[in-house]
Nanobody, 123 residues
Framework: QVQLRESGGGLVQAGEALSLSCAAS????????MGWYRQAPGQQRELVAL???????NYADSVKGRFTISRDNAKNTVYLQMHSLKPEDTAVYYC?????????????????WGQGTQVSVSS
């Protein structure tokens, strides 16, 4: 069973920085893509940033230049460094791992979500 455990998050003031991390555990053979999504109250879940196992990244326009996603493949961990936070960044942030292969089923790929961590930015 693969699990994603997020850490970080909290309450900060506008302009401040915050970091999130997410570690995938289980009998993991490989993970194609890891990323972060967020969901604000009354809004749909949206992509924040993605990173492939080769290091290619993709960011939402709203966070480009402020957020940086990185990944440690050996630890199956993805990080999100957030700078110059704005009140509109307030949301529950979810970690996602896609294209996960386990040692027992290397011919199959699955997707997993973390439980979410709250990020609140006050003005």
């Amino acid at each position: 069973q693969v699990q994603l455990r997020e850490s970080g998050g909290g309450l900060v003031q506008a302009g401040e920085a915050l970091s999130l991390s997410c570690a995938a555990s289980g009998s993991i053979f490989s993970i194609d893509t890891m990323g972060w999504y967020r969901q604000a109250p009354g809004q749909q879940r949206e992509l924040v940033a993605l990173i492939t196992n080769g290091g290619s990244t993709n960011y939402a326009d709203s966070v480009k230049g402020r957020f940086t996603i990185s990944r440690d493949n050996a630890k199956n961990t993805v990080y999100l460094q957030m700078h110059s936070l704005k009140p509109e960044d307030t949301a529950v942030y979810y970690c996602n791992a896609d294209g996960v292969r386990t040692w027992a089923q290397r011919d199959k790929r699955y997707g997993y979500w973390g439980q979410g961590t709250q990020v609140s930015v006050s003005s």
